[in-house]
């Protein structure tokens, strides 16, 4: 099973405290970027091309712990940057399980097998490691070959040690349906528990923007692929069924952008993880002061084309909740991968979009230099030179 039973469970049980209390607006996963610094420079991510200044910062183990007690989701996601370059990522991941959290840690797991001694097997922790598919796809998405055959080494450690691993792919709109079926096949032989899969999206400072996929490409290709695995029952993904279903076009979600809110180190940030639209210190403002309906396919020409999990998962996990027997049937059934596509959202009224990230970088290098002259610039780590 790609999601524990107790993950299920425990998940589920907030749910439906959630439902039962009446909240409209609730966290699923927290999204944790304690760092944005990484070992790589990959062309499709927006986060490695920051200033030094603000590469250098990071949370600290008591923000990051005061984070996931304010927010209150019980997954918690931690990616960045590379996590496994923040010095105290171990302590980080013990207090966020003493919670009885669940913790995925993000990883390219280039410094996964020097770390492993660092962390033990336990219920509540999985390794996430980035595999944007087959040695080919995923040395070509990250810009560095040889990072897929390491990548696959320091797996196969985790999962001898008793470690849960789980892989997050990143699909573009240059991907074969043949060659990425035949990579989750491959995922078996691995020994890979579950599989985390979503389109790529644009973000606003990634080198890469000609190989984002829209929406009407991202359903076509996810219909391709999961044709070739009896609609995806013939692989473990770690995502509901009907999640699957939106990504292959037979569901019309709204973005619930709240689901998976983010803290990193310019704050909470607003709206989602992939929009950088402004920022709050607290995650009780971030979710009253936060004019939601402003965001999403739809509302913002920003959100036109995003079909990401961070977005859309939650949606997914609602319709579950509302209808158990639909999510059940497409679970046993597989998703459909023919006939008509479910209605798309009309853009015709979304507002154009508003570039304001570079105004919070700045206003972020504006802060770190105020403090300069008090604490002093941060040390590289020894893990962060050469990357290895």
């Not at 990484?38 to 984070?67: E, F, H, M, T, W």
């Not at 770690?238 to 999640?243: D, R, V």
């Not at 991968?337 to 570079?358: C, E, N, W, Y």
Request: proline content about 6%.
């Amino acid at each position: 099973m790609a999601i524990p039973f107790l993950q299920v469970a425990r998940v589920g049980a907030y749910v439906a405290r959630q439902h039962l209390a009446g909240r409209k607006r609730y966290p699923l996963a927290m999204m944790l970027e304690p760092l944005f610094r990484c070992n790589l420079a990959c062309s499709g991510c927006g986060k490695i091309d920051y200033p030094d200044p603000i590469l250098d910062q990071r949370l600290s183990v008591q923000q990051c712990l005061d984070a996931v007690d304010e927010c209150g989701a019980p997954v918690v996601s931690i990616a960045g940057g590379e996590p496994l370059l923040h010095k105290d990522m171990p302590a980080i991941v013990e207090g966020i399980i003493a919670r009885k959290r669940f913790v995925y840690l993000c990883t390219n797991a280039l410094l996964l097998e020097k770390k492993l001694d660092q962390y033990k097997p336990n219920p509540y922790f999985i390794w996430s490691v980035h595999l944007d598919g087959d040695r080919e796809m995923h040395d070509h998405s990250v810009c560095q070959s040889g990072v897929y055959d390491r990548a696959v080494q320091a797996i196969g450690k985790a999962r001898a040690l008793g470690f849960r691993v789980n892989i997050n792919c990143t699909l573009f709109n240059n991907a074969d349906p043949e060659q990425v079926a035949n990579f989750f096949d491959t995922l078996k032989g691995i020994g890979v528990d579950g599989i985390t899969v979503s389109p790529g999206y644009a973000y606003e400072r990634a080198p890469d923007q000609q190989h984002f996929l829209s929406r009407a490409t991202t359903k076509q290709l996810f219909r391709d692929i999961l044709a070739r695995g009896r609609g995806g029952r013939d692989w473990a993904f770690s995502q509901s069924s009907l999640f699957l279903d939106f990504l292959a076009g037979n569901q019309t979600y709204h973005c619930t952008p709240w689901g998976n809110p983010t803290r990193t180190v310019f704050g909470w940030q607003r709206p989602c993880y992939l929009l950088g639209e402004g920022y709050t210190d607290s995650f009780k403002s971030l979710m009253e002061d936060t004019d939601w309906d402003a965001y999403g396919t739809g509302n913002y020409e920003k959100c036109a084309n995003c079909m990401v999990h961070s977005g859309y998962e939650a949606s997914a996990v609602a319709d579950t909740v509302a209808h158990p027997f639909k999510a059940m049937g497409v679970a046993l059934r597989g998703v459909r991968t023919s006939g008509k596509m479910a209605p798309d959202i009309a853009l015709d009224r979304q507002r154009p979009a508003d570039f304001v990230h570079s105004k919070h970088v700045a206003i972020k290098l504006e802060e770190i230099g105020r403090t300069a002259s008090v604490k002093p610039r941060r040390a590289p780590e020894p893990s962060e030179v050469g990357g290895s």
